[in-house]
Nanobody
């Protein structure tokens, strides 16, 4: 089993920044990719950014150039630096870990972009 705990969400004004963190614990040696998804009210959950164990990254077109995903292997933590935030970035952000047999999910952290 893998446990994921997100932190760093909150209320921010348009144009502001936030950094989300996802701390992983448990059987993480099988995990080969981690990422962030988000779900806005009334919408489907969508991929925001992902990073493989080798460091390759993938971003949704809507966040390219504004968001950066990174990982600290020593701390088993993945980060999502979010800059130039827009109201449409408002959502619950979920951490995801991809294993050989299943995905694992955190409980989510709310990001609200509003003036």
């Amino acid at each position: 089993q893998v446990q994921l705990v997100e932190s760093g969400g909150g209320l921010v004004q348009p144009g502001g920044s936030l950094r989300l963190s996802c701390a992983a614990s448990g059987s993480i040696f099988n995990i080969y990719a981690m990422g962030w998804y988000r779900q806005a009210p009334g919408k489907q959950r969508e991929l925001v950014a992902a990073i493989t164990i080798g460091g390759s990254t993938n971003y949704a077109d809507s966040v390219k150039g504004r968001f950066t995903i990174s990982r600290d292997n020593a701390k088993n933590t993945v980060y999502l630096q979010m800059n130039s935030l827009k109201p449409e970035d408002t959502a619950v952000y979920y951490c995801n870990a991809e294993g050989p047999y299943r995905d694992y999910w955190g409980k989510g952290t709310l990001v609200t972009v509003s003036s």
